[in-house]
């Protein structure tokens, strides 16, 4: 129980330096990544040893989510399901993060992607506005390495609310 405890406080102090909202997630500072690896890899061995410990499985869960690894997250969230039966937030918390790592698969962008398109168009609204289009969105992709999926990834961003730059910061990026 003291490794549980040193690896759940090792995780609240990558999720302190993370500087992430909840279910709203992009790349953790890097001075909160060290921490969150560390937590991972101790739950990892934990739940290897302890796999009917909920909470174990409920922190693992965390710390992928903060290191924005969705499939692992929900995996390790469902295998703390069974232990939890009645706990109607870690119920809830599953449906919430089933949609947000489905909304967050459409993209089809990694963390380091959506930052990079975030600084771009604060930039270019800081300087330009917004004309309520996605014109630097579209020219973002077409400089990026994904300018073959650029259709793809304004649906997607349409999808979650970004139907101009300033949405896109405001609705899919923050």
């Known amino acids: 129980m003291d ?35 560390e937590a991972r890899k101790g739950l990892k061995e934990y739940v290897k040893q302890y796999s009917s410990d909920g909470l174990a ?18 995996t390790a969230l469902q295998n703390a399901v069974p232990f939890n039966k009645k706990d109607k937030k870690l119920l809830k918390r599953l449906a919430l993060l089933k949609e947000y790592g489905g909304k967050w698969q459409e993209l089809d962008m990694t963390s380091e ?16 506005g917004c004309d309520h289009t996605l014109v630097y969105t579209r020219e973002w992709l077409d400089i990026s390495t994904l300018h073959s999926k650029k259709a793809k990834i304004v649906k997607a961003l349409q999808n979650q609310g970004g139907f101009c730059d300033c949405e896109v910061l405001m609705n899919v990026i923050d």
């Open 57 to 74: 499985w409920q922190l693992l869960s965390q710390a992928e989510e903060y290191l924005l690894n969705y499939n692992a997250a929900l």
């Open 3 to 37: 490794r549980l405890l040193e690896l759940q406080n090792e995780l609240i102090k990558g999720q302190q330096l993370a500087m992430q909202g909840s279910y709203r997630r992009r790349a953790p500072s890097k001075k909160a990544v060290p921490h969150l690896l």
């Open 113 to 128: 992607q959506l930052q990079s398109l975030e600084i771009y168009l604060q930039e270019k609204l800081e300087v330009y």
